[in-house]
């Protein structure tokens, strides 16, 4: 390992828990891959079709005709809250995509995660259901589409927003679910999938096991799907969307994007898919004018280190000596999705480290500047807005004149769906360490 740390220099600080970025000396324009901008279209117009069946059955979705998205907000009380934390000006319009509050299951992951059950659902009822694709699919919520699922299951390991997403999902189309979740999972969670029907199985040892399990049990049903979070293409598919929407949000909202207005995004990262597959979108659509940041805590860099070294899933935290463990639910990962790092990992403009107690800072600011409460993995963005003018050779890049032209998208994965007691801890939390630094 001495020799990564002589050829990556910021390893050794990475090694000590310190906050690192690293900028991508050879990002590459979208290339040609497995998946294409195709791909992404064809999931969107599957979600497209799935509409009427979410809108009837998730009447929360009924206001955006069953598709479920999250606003784009403007967010100028933090931007002015972060150039006094950060004790400097910053340039550009800043803009939260609100992840944290999209309906059904409150993160990213009812972006991808239920993409994949729906499209495990269209493929049965299509070949044994008798459905066409030009029906209308909210046929899907009656009692015989239910049976039909019910000879069916889907199974995954998830410590969290992921097994909530699928396991909410699936209940409701009427699949036998399985959790598989490891002893770290928080209790509110399994509560929350056992009440609404889902087996939830725990393990004593950590994630891996409990993914390797589910895998195992999964293969010995050939009735049973199992969503593979390191490795499935649907799953970066569903997430993939997420651009075409910001897309017309942006639209909407009259903001530019290109050479003279860059977009700038920074995603919260665990294994790969959420954040990768939505800047895989954005790439497609925006290539050179948008720059796409991944945040991660300080002791669970894992696709900063697969990235940067080129390993990908070769390499994981643990082997330099971190713990992969943090605060952040979601985030704490020792070993990224190779496929992820394969596809999009040359296409980011850099990767940045976050310390926790910043996280639960930033939480809390956010909360009192704009009144949106958002879970510590979903505040993990936020740097990014500042690292990226911090840093003049960076900067310089792009010059005075065309940053204030700038948009700043912060990725809120999640956050909706945390107890309230909860929350009020992280935001307690926040704001002791905020009052905390004021006061030196
Ligand atoms: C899962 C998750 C992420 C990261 O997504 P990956 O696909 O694991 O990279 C970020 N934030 C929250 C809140 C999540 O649940």
Known sequence: MSELADKYPIIPDMQEGLEVIWFNPNIKPPQASTLTAADIEDAR???????????????????????IESPLKHIPRMKAALEDYYQKELEGRLLLKCDSHLPISGSIKARGGIY???????????????????????????EKYKQLFSHYSVS??????????????????????????????RQWKKDLLRKKGVTVIEYEADYEKAVEEGRKQANQDPNCHFI??????????????AAKRVEHQLKKQGITVDAEHPLFVYLPC?????PGGVAYGLKQIYGEHVHCFFAEPVQAPCMLLGVMTGLQNKISVQDIGLSGQTAADGLAVGRASGFVGEVVGN????????????????????????SIEIEPS???????????????????????????????????????????????????????????????
């Open 270 to 274: 665990g294994v790969g898919g959420g």
């Open 156 to 185: 995954v390991g998830s410590t969290g927003n992921l097994g909530l997403s699928i396991g909410i999902m699936s209940a409701k189309l009427g699949f036998k679910v399985t959790v598989h979740m490891s002893a770290d999972a």
């Open 45 to 67: 117009q599957r979600l497209e079709r799935f509409a009427p069946y979410i809108e009837k059955v998730f009447p929360e979705t009924a206001g955006n005709q069953g598709m």
């Open 228 to 241: 593979d979070d390191e490795n499935s293409q649907t799953l970066f598919l569903g997430y993939a969307v």
């Open 347 to 370: 296409q980011l403009d850099g990767l940045f480290t976050v310390i926790d107690n910043r996280l639960f800072q930033l939480l809390s600011l956010l909360a009192k500047e704009e």
């Open 116 to 142: 994949e059950v729906l499209y495990f659902a269209e493929k049965i009822a299509l070949e044994s259901g008798g459905l066409t694709m030009a029906d209308d699919y909210s046929v899907l919520a009656s």
């Open 378 to 440: 979903a505040a993990a963005g936020f740097p990014g807005f500042f690292l990226t003018q911090q840093n003049l050779d960076y900067y310089n890049r792009f010059g005075q004149q065309i940053m204030k032209n700038s948009t700043h998208i912060i990725w809120a994965t999640g956050g909706s769906m945390v107890p309230q007691d909860e929350m009020k801890g992280y935001l307690d939390k926040g704001n002791e360490l905020n009052n905390k630094n004021s006061s030196n």
